[in-house]
C-alpha cells in the first residue's frame, strides 16, 4: 500500500505543472498582445515566461497550441462575463443604465485581458479557434435577440436579429476604439459607445421600458396606503 508521501508526489508533480503551465500562457498573452499571433514565437514566449524554450515544449509542442489552451481559458471567461452582462434587463432599469452596465462588463473584461482581441480578430488565428470564437459570436447574438424580443414584441424575428448584430457591430468598432487608447481616451472612447448604443436603441425600445417603469411606479404608489394601513391596523389592535 502506497505511503503519504508517495501519494503526495504526484499531487505535487501535477500542481507544480499547472503552475508551469499557467506561467507559460500569461507569458504567451504578454507576447501574443504585444507584438501578435503571426510575429510571436515559442522562443519569446519561453524568454518572457523566463524558462528554456525545452521546458515550454514539455508542455506545448508548438505556438499554435498555447494559443488554442490560452484562447479556450479566456472563452471560458468570457462566458461568464457576457452571462452577467447580458442578465435580463429590470423593467425597472433605465436603458441608458442598462447599456452603460452591459458596455461596462464588456469592456472591463477586454482592458484586462487585451490579448483576447488579438487573438480572436488577428489574421492569422489558429482554424479551431476561430470556429470556437464563432460560436461564442453567434451565443452572444441570442442573448441579444433574446434581451431585445421581449421589448419588440411587434417586429419580426428577422427583424430583432438585425438589430442585435448592429449591436454587436457597434460595440465591436468601439472596443477596438477603446483598446487602442489610454487614459482619459479610453474613458472618453467608452462613453462615446455608451452614447452611440444607447441613441441606437431608444428609438427602439425606450418608450416600452419606460410605459413598464410608469406602470411599476403606479402600482408601487397605489400599494403603499395599503401597506401603511395594515401595518397601523396591526400597531393600533389590542392584545387578547
Known amino acids: 500500500m502506497p505511503t503519504h508521501q508517495e501519494q503526495e508526489q504526484p499531487r505535487r508533480r501535477q500542481a507544480r505543472g499547472e503552475r508551469r503551465i499557467t506561467q507559460l500562457l500569461e507569458a504567451a498573452a504578454s507576447v501574443f498582445a504585444s507584438t501578435g499571433y503571426a510575429s510571436a514565437s515559442t522562443n519569446a514566449i519561453a524568454r518572457e515566461a523566463g524558462v528554456s524554450p525545452g ?7 508548438n505556438k499554435e497550441a498555447i494559443a488554442i489552451e490560452l484562447g479556450q481559458r479566456l472563452m471560458a471567461d468570457m462566458r461568464t462575463a457576457y452571462g452577467e452582462a447580458l442578465a435580463p434587463i429590470d423593467p425597472a432599469t433605465p436603458l441608458e443604465q442598462a447599456v452603460a452596465a452591459a458596455v461596462d462588463r464588456f469592456i472591463d473584461f477586454n482592458c484586462h ?12 488565428v489558429p482554424g479551431r479557434m476561430a470556429e470556437e470564437h464563432d460560436a461564442l459570436h ?5 442573448r441579444v435577440e433574446d434581451l431585445l424580443s421581449p421589448l419588440l414584441p411587434d417586429r419580426p ?3 430583432v436579429t438585425r438589430i442585435a448584430h448592429v449591436c454587436m457591430a457597434l460595440y465591436m468598432a468601439g472596443l477596438e476604439l477603446v483598446l487602442a487608447s489610454e487614459g482619459d481616451d ?3 472612447y467608452v462613453q462615446e459607445l455608451k452614447d452611440v448604443l444607447f441613441r441606437y ?4 425600445v425606450g418608450d416600452r421600458l419606460r410605459d413598464a417603469q410608469a406602470a411599476s411606479a403606479s402600482t408601487a404608489a397605489a400599494a403603499a396606503p395599503t401597506a401603511v394601513a395594515s401595518t397601523s391596523n396591526a400597531t393600533s389592535t389590542p392584545a387578547p
Open 138 to 142: 453567434n451565443t452572444l447574438i441570442t
Open 55 to 61: 521546458t515550454l515544449y514539455q508542455f506545448f509542442p
Open 157 to 159: 424575428a428577422a427583424a
Open 201 to 204: 436603441l431608444d428609438p427602439l
Open 186 to 188: 479610453r474613458e472618453a
Open 113 to 124: 485581458n487585451p490579448v483576447f482581441f488579438t487573438l480572436m480578430h488577428g489574421p492569422d
